[in-house]
Structure formats: C-alpha cells, structure tokens
C-alpha cells in the first residue's frame, strides 16, 4: 500500500492490518513469491527483519545504524539492542548482509 501510494511509511507502521501475511511457503498450492532485482554494488547493506525490529525502530534510525561502522554482527547486535530498549513488544529477528565484489549491473 506504501508502495502504490495508499498510505505513507508512517500509517503503514500503524495500520491495523499491518501484520498480515499475504504469502506463506506452504501454505497454498501454486505458491508465487513476490521477487524484485536490486543490483548491488561493493559495500551495499541489505537488512532482512521482522516486524519486531521495524515497530520499535524508526527508518531513519535503522538507516543511521546500518549505515554505522562495525561488523554486521555488531551492527545486527545494535538493532537488536536498540529494538529490545524501545520496547521489545514482539521477537526480533535481523539478517544484515554487505556485497563485496562486483557490480552486478550489466551494461
């Protein structure tokens, strides 16, 4: 919905339907995920959480850490950390991954 313009970051954080799941391995026959291309480049951080991590954290909060020196351990630690001090309402779950190597766009 944020995405196509329905709701801002802000009311999607706050939506009552915010927690539903609307694909799940195993669940239905036929299951399609949903798949989108990002090329990285040397030095690119993706961040896969739950919404246990993104309900106590703000997106400027969480792109200040990640974007912080450190390990990915130390910086998935440090979300954790901070989530948890907010609040801790629900499990935390953090994968941080750093791309080293080569671009993979195609020119």
């Known amino acids: 919905m944020v995405t196509?313009?329905?709701l801002t970051?802000?009311?999607a954080r706050r939506h009552p339907d915010k927690?539903?799941?609307?694909?799940?391995?195993g669940m239905t026959v036929g299951f399609a995920p949903e798949?989108?291309?990002c090329p990285l480049t040397s030095g690119d951080r993706v961040l896969l959480c739950s919404d246990g991590l993104?309900?106590?954290?703000?997106d400027q909060e969480i792109a200040d850490v990640t974007g912080g020196d450190g390990s990915m351990r130390q910086i998935a630690t440090q979300l954790v950390d901070?989530?948890?001090h907010s609040g801790g309402h629900d499990n935390i779950s953090v994968v941080l991954y750093e791309h080293h190597g080569r671009s993979a766009r195609k020119s």
């Open 35 to 37: 798949m989108n291309l």
């Open 9 to 11: 970051r802000d009311e």
């Open 54 to 58: 993104w309900e106590m954290l703000s």
């Open 82 to 84: 901070r989530a948890n």
């Open 4 to 6: 196509v313009g329905v």
């Open 19 to 25: 927690n539903e799941v609307l694909r799940a391995i």
